[in-house]
């Protein structure tokens, strides 16, 4: 059974960064390209980054709106997959979901709140 | 980037009915590759999104076959018949051809 499962998000101040993590189980990891997702409160889906596979050099692409402030890494030995976030706004504000491919899976997501 | 644009907002709906749902593109999603990665997904109240069809046609493991799509090039359409109350929530269109992946604002079906 495929899981996915973020952590790391939490209250943060405007100019703050958070560091989001991204577990996975079930399926061989090493094969997949991963994203992230995000989703502000009562508005749609707004995709965020991509990494790639090794077979794709690990290759990230990144929303327009977010690069400079964002990056993913992925750690193929534990499955996992990251989003760094600096500078945070509060139009970040948002669910942030971990997802396999373009969206096969997600995980439930974890919440990010910035705010003084 | 690609923008893309459902319709409608809402939709009401007796149980046991029939219902569509377009998203329309503003460049086609044909990938040089040859396939057209349109996605479409469900999010139930509370709950993430989950995927009900990939690749424009193709329902996802364990989705009902009530449940199809159809479309080429910039337009698509989700249809969902004898609807449950299960089917209630939010649907999005997605695409994954071209970077900046994107959805859909989403179309709500409601319960009549």
């Known amino acids: 059974e495929v899981q996915i499962l973020e952590t790391g998000g939490g209250l943060v101040k405007p100019g703050g960064s958070l560091r989001l993590s991204c577990a996975t189980s079930g399926f061989n990891f090493n094969d997949y390209f991963m994203n992230w997702v995000r989703q502000a409160p009562g508005k749609g889906l707004e995709w965020v980054a991509q990494i790639r596979n090794k077979n794709y050099n690990y290759a990230t692409y990144y929303a327009e709106s977010l690069e400079g402030r964002v990056t993913i890494s992925r750690d193929d030995s534990k499955s996992s997959v990251y989003l760094q976030v600096s500078s945070l706004r509060a139009e970040d504000t948002a669910i942030y979901y971990c997802?396999?491919?373009?969206?096969?899976?997600w995980g439930p997501g974890t919440m990010v709140t910035v705010s003084s | 980037d690609v923008v893309m644009t459902q319709t409608p907002v809402s939709l009401s709906v007796s149980l046991g009915g029939q219902v569509s749902i377009s998203c329309r593109s503003s460049?086609?999603?044909?990938?040089?590759?040859?396939?057209?990665?349109l996605s479409w997904y469900l999010q139930k109240p509370g709950q993430s999104p989950q995927l009900l069809i990939y690749k424009v046609s193709n329902r996802f493991s364990g989705i009902s076959d009530r449940f199809s799509g159809s479309g080429s090039g910039t337009d698509f359409t989700l249809k969902i018949s004898r609807v449950e109350p299960d089917d209630l929530g939010v649907y999005y269109c997605g695409q994954g051809t071209q970077y900046p992946y994107t959805f859909g604002a989403g179309t709500k079906l409601e319960l009549k």
């Open positions: 460049q086609s999603l044909v990938h040089n590759n040859g396939n057209t990665y």
């Open positions: 997802t396999r491919r373009a969206g096969d899976f």
